[in-house]
């Protein structure tokens, strides 16, 4: 079992940053690979980035690439991502999530292990 809390979500006016994080607890994250999902109502789950816990290898959905970052502390096995340049259409929930097998990164459904999000909003 693998429990994750998120934290950093709020409100920040357009252009502006947040540091959203991720602590996980139960089991080491050696073998596993941690996403960032976000989440309006009534649509999909949206995958935002991922990074493999054992070398850092990351990915990013197209819509943040050059605006967000994720990174790790394996010491205090958090997840992170910066958010710059934040527009209102990244208004949303934000999730972070675990999988073990590192295939289909970009799909919610490979992920076993969800953390209940945190609320970001931009204001425009």
């Known amino acids: 079992q693998v429990q994750l809390v998120e934290s950093g979500g709020g409100l920040v006016q357009a252009g502006g940053s947040l540091r959203l994080s991720c602590a996980a607890s139960?089991?080491?994250?050696?073998?596993?690979?941690m996403g960032w999902f976000r989440q309006a109502p009534g649509k999909e789950r949206e995958f935002v980035g991922a990074?493999?816990?054992?070398?850092?290898?990351?990915y990013y959905a197209d819509s943040v690439k050059g605006r967000f970052t994720i990174s790790k502390d394996k010491a205090k096995d958090t997840l992170y991502l910066q958010m710059n340049s934040l527009q209102s259409e990244d208004t949303t929930v934000y999730y972070c999530?675990?999988?073990?097998?590192?295939?289909?990164?970009?799909?919610?459904?490979?992920?076993?292990?969800w953390g209940q999000g945190t609320q970001v909003t931009v204001s425009s």
């Open positions: 999530a675990a999988q073990m097998n590192g295939r289909n990164v970009y799909r919610p459904d490979a992920y076993f292990y």
């Open positions: 990074i493999t816990w054992i070398n850092g290898r990351t």
């Open positions: 139960g089991r080491t994250l050696s073998s596993y690979t």
